[in-house]
């Protein structure tokens, strides 16, 4: 059997911080998920995420012009230059601080970074092999405080950058006799926006109280008079080396002209670029709030001269500059709308929520959704795949099951019925029907046709249930107990309790039905104990296997024959429900290597070594039962040969270094993948 999995997607959150990207075309955006970027195609109706991984959370993303490079920064400076083609990496730089802003030039040729109180402007990578794509052109200073946001004139040449420190600064990028640097005032709080008009130099930032400047030039961007140096090209790193007499010349003439341009700079200092505060606007002022909101993200289309505002309470206003009218003003939730966007026509705008993990793209014009996606609010606590394949249910701690396509990575229904994490799920044998177990004391199934809640199980007395199964045949579900130490059965049909399965002496967590015609059912506790029950014929309890330490979970072998059952010592124990006893114990599998550093038996448990004692928390057979799948408290999933008690093979979820990312409860759920 092959082993050789490569990443393919991911599903269970849309978006998690950081700034949104459309592509050239505006048909695909780029939204920053941790440590991966997905893409999702807004025409095709499907989603991808790059095999492309950082150490820390992603927080800025920026594309070409052509649609060819990725530039990724994370939390802690580090940039990924990534081709869009080959889906790779092709360099990395370390910016050795963190990064709020990058941006490329609308010609393609350079790009921006707002680094601290600097801004860095370098040669864009080129589609060839470089030894080093980021050449560094020049560094503007001026800022008291972080740079935050800029943006470039249509033609490439000058740039204005947005700074903590409450004003906006004017850069050139090249030489220009009448401009260098310009600083923007009138604010009382950090800038969040600054954006140039198209093919002009009149400029428009908005801060952190939602108040919008304009500003007009008194100079058309075409009349920016460039310096000239004759003889710069002369003097250069590919150039020859220059003779004495000669160099000796050229510091004759570079002084020249340099008195030269001194005494036109004079002559010209009247004449310098200015600008002026042609009005000011609250954009706040159309909230109806009754507490102070803060303005989060904005978005200016240059073509439409449409600006876009997200603000703390989960608003967004849509107005036309310069005249300032109010468009629209719509809510989409309670949470901070961090991030907004237009795309390249601006018909579309991109809206993201980090507290919620929610993605919407609206079109503006006819009031409708484009796309409409939302992770899990917590962690993600359990999954399972549909018999087909096409679909997988996840089950959170915000007590929510959704439904995931796999072939264009989606969820398309959410069910919220539960109002308490979600414990077990699994799919019916005919795939139409998913059932879910919570710790609010109901196991609830869904329709996948009609998309409802079509029976609920309950029992006599509250009961926090902790996990969840279905016979083969579709007719029984059992769920086990956490608070009471018992196992329920109910008919699927006509939903009532059937029995009440007794013996265990601490909370049930995990119970299976074997695949055959009159299954067994399959149960393990924290009682240190494996259970089998003739659920069928009404006996009750078959037997009982004794284990080394508390179990976890417990899987069947595809032949009914045999269960294997993970431990909290890390050991994986094949047992054979068809023998009694310590006979009955076929195989035992240490694991304890391949979770990583694990705590010992020697130890003394304390909060700082508890942490470390990893274990598997889900089990899984291959179709042939000559292999397991674990995943658990560990980065890692592992493929153990049963009868040679031999890891196979293994696999690092994630290499993610931030504190939010280092978080590996939700690993487990995965293995389910491979089955």
Request: proline share 3%; aromatic share 10%.
């Amino acid at each position: 059997m092959k082993f050789n999995f490569r990443f393919s997607n991911l599903l269970g959150t849309v978006y998690s911080k950081g700034n949104l990207t459309f592509t050239p075309d505006g048909d695909s955006i780029l939204s920053p998920v941790g440590n991966r970027i997905t893409i999702f195609d807004l025409k095709n109706n499907k989603s991808e995420t790059l095999p492309i991984e950082s150490q820390f959370n992603i927080t800025v993303t920026e594309i070409s012009p052509d649609g060819w490079l990725i530039l990724l920064v994370n939390e802690e400076g580090e940039c990924l230059l990534c081709n869009t083609r080959s889906k790779s990496i092709i360099h990395r730089f370390n910016f050795a601080r963190k990064v709020h802003a990058v941006k490329f030039s609308p010609d393609g040729k350079k790009f921006a970074v707002c680094k601290e109180n600097k801004v860095l402007l370098f040669h864009a990578p080129g589609k060839n092999k470089e030894f080093n794509p980021f050449v560094l052109i020049r560094t503007f200073y001026g800022a008291y405080d972080d740079n935050v946001c800029l943006d470039w004139t249509s033609d490439s040449k000058v740039l204005i950058v947005g700074s903590k420190d409450m004003s906006s600064r004017i850069y050139a990028t090249q030489g220009f006799k009448n401009l260098n640097c310009y600083v923007l005032g009138g604010h009382s709080e950090s800038i969040i926006g600054c954006f140039f008009e198209k093919d002009s130099l009149n400029a428009y930032t908005i801060g952190k109280n939602g108040r919008l400047n304009v500003w007009e030039s008194d100079t058309e961007l075409k009349n920016l008079i460039p310096k000239t140096h004759d003889l710069v090209e002369a003097i250069g790193p590919d150039s020859d080396e220059l003779s004495a007499n000669k160099t000796s010349e050229l510091e004759d003439e570079i002084e020249k002209n340099g008195i030269n341009e001194k005494m036109e700079d004079e002559d010209q200092g009247e004449n310098k670029v200015q600008f002026k505060k042609k009005s000011k606007f609250g954009i706040r002022d159309a909230l109806e709030a009754n507490v102070p909101v803060a303005l989060l993200s904005c978005d200016f289309h240059k073509g439409n001269r449409i600006l876009v505002s997200g603000f703390s309470n989960g608003s967004f206003l849509l107005h036309e500059l310069p005249s300032f009218n109010l468009i629209h003003s719509l809510n989409i939730s309670q949470h901070p709308v961090t991030s907004c966007l237009f795309n390249k026509t601006g018909d579309w705008i991109a809206l993201a929520c980090q507290g919620l993990g929610q993605l919407l793209v609206w079109e503006w014009q006819s009031e409708t959704y484009v796309l409409k996606q939302q992770g899990h609010f917590n962690n993600m606590s359990q999954l399972a795949y549909s018999p087909s394949g096409m679909y997988i249910a996840s089950g959170g701690e915000d007590g929510k099951v959704k439904i995931w396509n796999t072939l264009n990575g989606q969820c398309f229904v959410t069910f919220n019925e539960h109002n308490a994490p979600i414990t077990g799920i699994q799919f019916k044998s005919n795939g139409q029907v998913v059932c879910s177990a919570s710790l609010d004391g109901t196991v609830r199934a869904f329709d996948l046709n009609r998309y409802r809640n079509f029976r609920t199980f309950t029992t006599p007395q509250p009961v926090q249930f902790s996990c969840l199964s279905i016979d083969s045949s579709g007719e029984l579900i059992a769920a086990g107990g956490f608070d009471v130490f018992e196992i329920f059965v109910w008919s699927m049909q006509i939903g009532h309790l059937l029995q009440t399965l007794c013996g265990h002496e601490g909370p049930v967590s995990g119970i299976a039905f074997s695949p055959a015609v009159h299954p067994i059912l399959a149960s393990t506790s924290w009682d240190k104990t494996c259970r089998t029950w003739d659920v069928f014929e009404g006996k009750g309890s078959r037997e009982m296997y004794m284990l080394s330490s508390d179990a976890l979970t417990v899987c069947f072998k595809p032949d009914g024959k045999h269960v294997a059952v993970s431990t909290l010592d890390a050991q994986i124990v094949t047992i054979n429900i068809n023998e009694v006893d310590q006979q009955a114990i076929v195989n035992t599998i240490e694991c304890k290597h391949d979770l990583g550093y694990s705590r010992k038996d020697t130890d003394k448990v304390t909060a700082k070594k508890m942490h470390f004692g990893k274990s598997f928390k889900s089990l899984c057979y291959t179709i042939d039962g000559e292999y397991i799948i674990a995943g658990g408290k560990s980065k890692y999933i592992c493929i153990y040969n049963v009868k040679e008690e031999m890891l196979v093979r293994r696999f690092e979820i994630s290499q993610n270094k931030s504190f939010d990312g280092i978080d590996v409860n939700f690993l487990f759920r995965i293995v389910f993948f491979f089955f």
